[in-house]
């Protein structure tokens, strides 16, 4: 077996956060020039170098795929014996401690399948730098802490390429001979290089501006093919509302005189926060009422606001080295899910971001591939843009809000962005500035950087009859991760409330800070035993497990007052009876049912949450509750429980489907969250049995005039095996044909539907004309979407596990970043039977054997199989 820790032939390097030294040379200024061509592109860039600290190492400038043309040092033409190559690295000795550094070279953006560095997109071209994407484009230091001034010129064909944007301002532009123009724009503040961009193309803008708290005016662009133009309007709303935000809750104000958004169809992630000059994944923008769901919607919202955002947590002040990423990304999730839950309903995105959490976190935290928030080593950096970097590295920051709360959190974000604007800066200088601007002490919370895995807390409540004391022990442990096998009790602040039964009124939240192994908290004044409400407002990244009765979470979801607890307790409820059930206990699903009955009954519940509240748990959120886990059973316990809940309330979704019918689109929060109460409903009438529920579904699909409602119902008809099952498909296939983000629903909703034939459907799929592994977005529809369908994925046969080695293999070739991020659902092989388990290892050896398998694939490959 291979092995990580030696490094044989062709093994990767494991790059290691102990070994970080600060840059051997810097580059203050740079120049670059590029000549656009598709198949062809010219680059020259000027690097003005200074030599960093006493040393006489040469400049050693890093380069992927590069050959150069030509190197120039103050103006002279360098000899072959004045140069070398190291690797792919090219190495120059310089005599002084300042030069400038011309070299030359050209890359060809058409044939760049791995869209990182300059590649072309549907007649584009645009860049992806971040991680390390600038050295396929040019030769250059490539490491966030070499911060740069960049000036940009850009020729192109003007009739291909009318559109050409790059970071910062545009200084100057005009025609040159032979169709050919240019553009200079120049970025006053340094950045490095992974924040780089250009586009070039043929692209409509929808312009706007947005006057900053301090009244300066900023332009600012959104640019789509002309066709998409009026899909831009939720995207513009959405960062001006992020800018407003940022100045009303950060003090934070936008630094140069534009603002431009680009969206691309071919792009590996959501979107890039370029300096001034933001990327997105097309689905991360566009938006209109007939093609985008409620979901997307907020989404647009949601990523535009992350860029946004990155403008000063990631920009101003970025990081030191790709082990601070979180730096970035934990504290932009944040800022971005508190922007969102100021926009919208706090409690309905409360409850979805932990679902989120719950669903990559936890399941990566424990699992082969766990990492601490900061990691301390990697092959690929690529593969640690995570759940556990952005997610909980969110939660990691939400706690140090919830310690200190708002005014003095924002002390501590003040004095970080003061301290830190225009550098590099670590996790811990971020921790440093909460502590010494907030008045904290976080000595213990920073194990929350260094350990890896999600703390079990267990909670025991005892009542004292004599003193009248409600006696709450809290006992916690970090189950061991690949390379930590003994962990240290965490600082954490959990939230509670004691419910007096008889009034089912508390007496307010508690906030206790754990710190201990085991501690128990004392609160008098209770003559009998309270009911215990836990982790509101869910104030730890953890699991709690208590031993409340089904009773007690019955009496919660029914009055707990904080709407995430009271979501948690109907969840807990319906989990205990589906995770009872599947180890063959006969349970008592009525408490489930008469609280979804009440639920569905309480008029002062707004429709959003009740929707929330109301739906069954996952299957792999079932799963991850069980140490081995049975797809099957899981399956048909779930699809009961299902069945019976729709049978017994079958009048009540049937009321309920017919109250939420709008007639007229809108946005507003009460349309969304009946439009999400109605798909609820279809869902569970559609389980009930009853006759006439696949026509109401089709009516449904039919009749819809937005994409929620339509897609809800092709949900439910795609798992069933109702007669207009394939009408619909059908029909939503003619209907969208040329629309490839729609087109990326269809493939998904087959993907994930519960269907017995899902596996073959999914073949069948593969080859559809439509299909691509070109797309990164279809791709993860159909081969994402289906490894995360938990029944399909893992059927018994292990036929689903070698479809997506299939792919993995063929993708890896083309485009390694996208294909490592198909790895991980076969490295959980531990929590399967022997069969599954050895099907799926077997997968993982089949793809390792691959000659000229990528750095990317081969790290989550080698690490699923330790
Ligand atoms: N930095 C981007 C974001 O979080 C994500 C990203 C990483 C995009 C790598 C492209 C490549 O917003
Ligand atoms: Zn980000």
Known sequence: ?????????????????????????????????????????????????????????????????????????????????????????????????????????????????????????????????????????????????????????????????????????????????????????????????????????????????????????????????????????????????????????????????????????????????????????????????????????????????????????????????????????????????????????????????????????????????????????????????????????????????????????RAGSDLYFDRHDGQAATCEDFVKAMEDGGGIDLTQFRLWYSQAGTPRINATLTHDAATGEAILTLSQAVPPTPGQPDKKPMAMPIRIALFDRASARHHGDALLHLTQAEQSFRFPGFSAPPVLSINRGFSAPVVIDSDRSQADLAFLSAHDDDPFARYEAMQQLMVNVLVGTVAGQAMDDTPVIAAIRDTIADSKLDDAFIAEAIRLPSESYIGDQMLLVDPDAIHLARDRLQAKIGATLEQEWRALHARTEANGFSLSSAAKGARKLRNTALLYLSASGAKDADAIAFAQFDRADNMTERQGALAVLASGIGDHREAALDIFYNRYADDALVLDKWFQTQALAFHPDTLAIVDALGRHKDFTLSNPNRVRSLYGAFAANQWGFHQGDGAGYRMVADIVIALDSLNPQTAARLVPPLGRWRRFDAVRGGAMRAELERILATPGLSKDVTEQVVKSLE
């Not at 992927?64 to 190291?86: C, R």
């Not at 300066?216 to 009026?230: F, N, T």
């Not at 630094?255 to 990327?279: C, P, Q, R, S, T």
């Open 1 to 409: 077996m291979a092995d990580i820790h030696t490094t044989g032939a062709g093994a990767p390097a494991i790059i290691r956060r102990s070994d970080y030294r600060a840059p051997l040379w810097l580059v203050p200024d740079v120049a670059l020039d590029f000549a656009l061509d598709a198949d062809a592109t010219q680059v020259r860039a000027t690097l003005a170098v200074t030599r960093n600290g006493d040393h006489d190492q040469p400049l050693r400038l890093d380069g992927e795929g590069l050959v150069p043309l030509s190197i120039t040092v103050d103006g002279i033409a360098l000899t072959p014996d004045q140069w070398s190559m190291d690797g792919s690295a090219l190495v120059i000795p310089l005599s002084g401690n300042a030069h400038a550094v011309e070299t030359l070279v050209t890359i060809a953006p058409a044939a760049n399948t791995q869209l990182m560095g300059l590649y072309a997109s549907g007649g584009l071209l645009c860049t992806q730098c971040e991680a390390e994407g600038f050295r396929r484009i040019t030769f250059f230091p490539d490491r966030p802490d070499v911060l740069s001034r960049y000036s940009v010129r850009m020729t192109a064909d003007k009739a291909l390429y009318p559109v050409l944007l790059a970071n910062g301002d545009p200084v100057a532009s005009g025609d040159l001979e032979d169709g050919r123009h240019w553009a200079q724009w120049n970025d006053p503040f340094p950045k490095p290089c992974y924040l780089f961009a250009l586009v070039a193309g043929d692209l409509a803008c929808n312009a706007d501006g947005f006057t900053t708290m301090s009244g300066r005016k900023v332009s600012l662009g959104i640019w789509v093919k002309a066709a998409d133009l009026p899909r831009t309007a939720h995207a513009m709303k959405a960062l001006k509302d992020s800018m407003a935000w940022d100045e009303r809750v950060y003090g934070r104000e936008y630094d140069l005189a534009a603002f431009n958004i680009v969206a691309v169809a071919d792009f590996n992630f959501g979107a890039m926060e370029n300096k001034g000059l933001n990327i997105f994944n097309s689905r991360y923008i566009l938006a209109d009422p007939e093609t985008a769901t409620d979901m997307d919607y907020d989404a647009v919202e949601g990523v535009v606001a992350h860029e946004y955002f990155h403008n000063w947590s990631g920009n101003r002040v970025t990081c030191r080295d790709w082990f601070q990423l979180s730096l970035k990304e934990g504290f932009t999730v944040f800022r971005d899910q508190s922007f969102s839950a100021d926009m919208g309903s706090p409690a309905v995105k409360r409850i979805d971001d932990v679902r989120i959490l719950r669903a990559a976190q936890f399941q990566e935290d424990s699992g082969p591939l766990a990492h601490p928030v900061r990691p301390e080593s990697y092959m690929e950096i690529s593969n640690f843009y995570t759940a556990t970097i952005y997610n909980k590295g969110a939660e990691v920051i939400r706690m140090m809000h919830t310690l200190l709360g708002p005014e003095r959190f």
